[in-house]
């Protein structure tokens, strides 16, 4: 059973960057079984997915973001991470990394971090 | 503002059956039958309830999901107390995103 841990700074500085990482156990990120996804939910709000990426490299972004996100793989750690440039208050929430089954287009979020509280603030 | 519209709120006496809907469009519910449901408790990550008509293992058959051309429901039949939670819609989309619902609190009366 894959288990994902997130983890990162809970504060960040207005226009600074919001980076965060994704500890995966129980499979390889390299394994090809998963996209590697990243969600996230202000107080009070709904999820907004973020976007993911496969073992491959390819990613996959939210339009909305796509100009400051970047999602990346550390396979020496069986990790993989977010970064979002010029953070704004708008994007104080928690964050959640989930799995998504790569052997069928559309696949559920069927397993998900905790999730990390982020707040953008000075 | 989310991009598949559900209703804020919806509330149900003990035994009794709602259903929550959830409308998008022809580029993501209409598209595909890939939409997925989730149940959110306070303070804890959101679950897996239902993909297209699928259950997965150890979730309530009082559990159902439908879809008619761009709107997707969902159904509890048997309310429980246990069942109130916040329940979030997700469809792909034909831009290889997923895309999600604004979410509806279910309150048992």
């Known amino acids: 059973q894959v288990q994902l841990q997130e983890s990162g700074p809970g504060l960040v500085k207005p226009s600074h960057t919001l980076s965060l990482t994704c500890t995966v156990s129980?499979?390889?990120?390299?394994?090809?079984?998963?996209?590697w996804n990243w969600i996230r939910q202000p107080p009070g709000k709904g999820l907004e997915w973020i976007g993911n990426?496969?073992?491959?490299?390819?990613?996959n972004y939210n339009p909305s973001l796509r100009s400051r996100l970047t999602i990346s793989l550390d396979m020496s750690k069986n990790q993989f991470s977010l970064r979002l440039t010029s953070a704004t208050a708008a994007d104080t929430a928690v964050y959640y990394c989930?799995?998504?089954?790569?052997?069928?287009?559309?696949?559920?979020?069927?397993?998900w971090g905790q999730g990390t509280t982020v707040t953008v603030s000075s | 503002q989310s991009v598949l519209t559900q209703p804020a709120s919806v509330s149900g006496s003990p035994g009794q059956s709602i259903t929550i809907s959830c409308s998008g469009t022809?580029?993501?519910?209409?598209?595909?039958?890939?939409v997925s449901w989730y149940q959110q408790h306070p303070g804890q990550a959101p679950k897996l309830l239902i993909y297209?008509?699928n259950l997965p293992s150890g979730v309530s058959g009082r559990f159902s999901g439908s879809k008619s051309d761009n709107t997707a429901y969902l159904t509890i039949s048997g309310l429980q107390a246990e069942d109130e939670a916040d329940y979030f819609c997700?469809?792909?989309?034909?831009?290889?995103?997923?895309?999600f619902g604004g979410g509806t609190q279910l309150t048992v009366l």
């Open positions: 989930a799995i998504q089954g790569a052997a069928v287009r559309g696949a559920p979020l069927d397993v």
């Open positions: 129980g499979d390889s990120i390299t394994s090809g079984d998963f996209y």
């Open positions: 990426i496969y073992y491959n490299g390819n990613t």
């Open positions: 022809s580029s993501d519910i209409g598209r595909y039958n890939y």
């Open positions: 297209d008509v």
């Open positions: 997700s469809s792909y989309t034909t831009i290889n995103t997923l895309v």
